[in-house]
């Protein structure tokens, strides 16, 4: 109401400025408007408006403010009062950018996150924690996969010569040659972070407290305008604050103030080819949206603007070929120290926070694997879960595989409803993927493997790799990568228990799916292969297996749990001697069992020994609660030695939140 009457009174001054003439010449010009969808002022109406005051009323009575700035501007610009219009126009301008800013408010400044309570929304400030974020410029020429993507969630990595490290608030910042970047290609893979940043951006614009040197920031999601057909620049601008008439000539021509944001620009999935004649130079063209945006990212149209694109790898081809001067920054996720802060930030009480952090570091699987922001969000979820029925986390069970089940259940989210048998055939070769791949010491996987195997789909692929784009040029082929490597030997164990579907053709050259090969492989040489086998435990529980049937959409089959146990008890009766007490002398039993948390296998597995006899081990939190665990359920248990070990705590001076008997 006060932007209303602000406008009002810039439209009575503008009034009171014209000469007796002029004012009955813009009363006749009036007459004879007609609004579309609207009415024209009644003729007794303006008759009896004869002065300023009174036709300022009266339009403000008939119409809206933004109707009645723009008859206004029309007509003063028919009659040559270029002065009043351009002062008309001002404040419409001032007014629409007030109006913006409380849009944007409203838009970015608090959001709601899957697991909140119903009406509950977090604000972006109180939660967003820094990312590590490595900018460099692209180089046309380079070496052989100097790629972005290449970090598999490292993000206290060094990125070598030309990286600088920025975080949300410093992606336009100048570089070490003092150029200040136009075009920011902000690269990750989801559940890294990348619209948080956008988000985080858009609250330090409105704020004032960063990006001052844009008047406008517009932030465009690319999931609400992929099915648009036809777009100008203009028209886009305006679906940033749909509820305004958008003053598009007096924002669009300060070229320099403005920042585009294209947030996940893969959901497009353009070509991006467009033939140079077809491009455009007038923001205000309608064209085809692709052509309009290729305008955009050519610079054909708004050339000094500036533009911020965020998207998942498998777009970099594609925005490469159209982008010129374009730095890329890569979200590498969150270093220690941010690990620790997000915890804190999450649980908004030290004692939890310090609580469920303990816990998270004390497993260093799970710990390595919360560089992944949504894995952070994942395993916090579940401790404040823990936390709320049970005070601390003395007991608790969740290990990393089911963290890295309902990881992979969060990622499900963010795809389109697939066919479940679409989604096992997908999986299934994934994972072939991903366990051939830790059977051969590699991480990085050619084009054309990833295409002989039938994963090139465009709509399941990014959630699960990394494509790292070659920097040979467009001939070379990419390579692809699991965002981390603990994430390829999740699914490389998930390879062993995956239900075939009734209708794979089976691959002659593919790899066997014995989990006695693998277990005895571990056993005798394969000691790399330790996490592999402690997620295989996992994912057999019977907890993962019904989760991941009900909420996945994927059936585990527990045939190989037999297996599983007849290994465990026969791996440690070659060490005893035949006259000897049984003995478990090897810690990973312990985390096998402790991974499966199942109280009865547990005792079925341990019922045929007596003794703990392990030495020289430097017990963390994680070991000690393995151990607690298996205590508790092993009967026949005789004797623990422990020779040599300590108990590592978590904090220097402060007590373990768990005690283990001895």
């Not at 944001?261 to 309608?286: H, K, N, T, Y």
């Not at 579940?382 to 990393?400: D, F, G, P, R, W």
Request: glycine letters at 6%.
């Amino acid at each position: 109401m006060a932007g209303e009457e602000r406008a009002l009174a810039v439209l009575l001054r503008a009034l009171q400025g014209l000469a007796p003439k002029d004012f009955q010449e813009f009363k006749t010009k009036l007459s004879d408007v007609h609004v579309e969808g609207g009415w024209n002022i009644p003729k007794d109406s303006l008759v009896k408006a004869a002065h300023p005051c009174a036709l300022a009323h009266c339009m403000g009575k008939n119409y809206s403010e933004d109707t009645a700035m723009d008859i206004a501007i029309g007509l003063f610009e028919e009659m040559n009062q270029r002065d009043l219009a351009e002062k008309l126009l001002d404040e419409k301008v001032k007014e629409y950018k007030r109006k913006y800013r409380e849009h944007v408010v409203r838009e970015f400044l608090r959001y709601k996150e899957v697991n909140s309570c119903l009406g509950e929304n977090l604000s972006i400030s109180s939660r967003y924690t820094d990312l590590t974020i490595a900018r460099k410029p692209w180089s046309k020429r380079g070496g052989e996969h100097e790629a972005v993507g290449a970090s598999r969630g490292c993000a206290d990595a060094s990125n070598g010569p030309g990286t600088v490290t920025v975080t949300a608030q410093t992606l336009f910042k100048p570089d070490r040659d003092g150029q200040t970047p136009q075009v920011v290609v902000l690269v990750g893979a989801p559940g890294m972070g990348k619209t948080m940043t956008v988000r985080k951006v858009m609250v330090e614009w409105v704020e004032g407290t960063l990006y001052t040197q844009f008047d406008y920031v517009f932030c465009i999601d690319c999931k609400d305008i992929a099915f648009t057909k036809e777009a100008s620049v203009a028209d886009l601008v305006s679906k940033c604050c749909p509820h305004r008439r958008t003053p598009s000539g007096k924002i669009l021509d300060d070229q320099k103030q403005l920042l585009f944001i294209f947030d996940g620009f893969e959901a497009l999935g353009f070509s991006l080819v467009q033939p140079e004649v077809e491009l455009s130079s007038d923001p205000r063209e309608v064209k085809p949206l692709e052509t309009t945006l290729m305008s955009l990212l050519k610079k054909t149209v708004l050339p000094e603007s500036s533009l911020l694109i965020t998207t998942r790898p498998t777009a970099l081809q594609s925005l490469g070929q159209c982008l010129e001067g374009e730095y890329y920054a890569e979200i590498l996720g969150f270093s220690a120290a941010m690990r620790e802060e997000y915890f804190h930030r999450y649980f908004e009480n030290d004692n939890k926070a310090d609580m469920a952090f303990r816990f998270a570091r004390g497993n260093e699987i799970l710990y390595s694997l919360c560089v992944i922001p949504i894995m952070s969000w994942t395993v916090c979820t579940i401790l404040e879960q823990e936390l709320y029925k049970k005070k601390n986390l003395v007991e608790c069970s969740k290990a990393t595989t089911w963290m890295s089940v309902l990881y992979l259940s969060r990622l499900m989210k963010c795809r389109g409803r697939d066919n479940p048998q679409d989604l096992q055939r997908f999986l299934h070769k994934l994972c072939s993927l991903a366990a051939d791949g830790i059977w051969k010491h590699k991480v990085l996987f050619e084009e054309k493997e990833i295409k002989d195997r039938g994963l090139d789909q465009p709509d399941l692929l990014p959630l699960f790799l990394n494509e790292e784009i070659s920097k040979k040029g467009v001939d070379h082929e990419n390579v692809y990568s699991f965002t981390h490597l603990h994430l390829q030997e999740f699914f490389a164990a998930m390879f062993y228990v995956l239900e075939d579907d009734g209708e794979m053709v089976s691959d002659s050259g593919a790899l066997a799916k014995d989990v006695n090969m693998l277990l005895e492989s571990y056993s005798k040489s394969r000691k790399d292969l330790n996490l592999t086998v402690r997620f295989l435990f996992g994912l057999i529980s019977q907890k993962s297996i019904e989760y991941a049937d009900k909420i996945i959409g994927c059936r585990i089959s527990p045939q190989a749990r037999e297996d599983m146990l007849r290994w465990l008890q026969g791996r440690h009766r070659g060490i005893s001697h035949p006259s000897q007490a049984l003995k478990v002398s090897e810690l990973d039993t312990f985390h096998f069992l402790f991974e499966m948390n199942e109280k009865s296998f547990a005792r079925s597995a341990l019922g045929h020994f007596t003794d703990i006899d392990l030495q020289d081990i430097k017990l963390t939190l994680y070991d000690q609660m393995a151990l607690s665990f298996c205590i508790r359920q092993w009967a026949g248990l005789g004797c623990v030695t422990l020779r040599g070990c300590s108990f590592l705590q978590q904090d220097p001076g402060k007590e373990l939140a768990a005690s283990v008997p001895r």
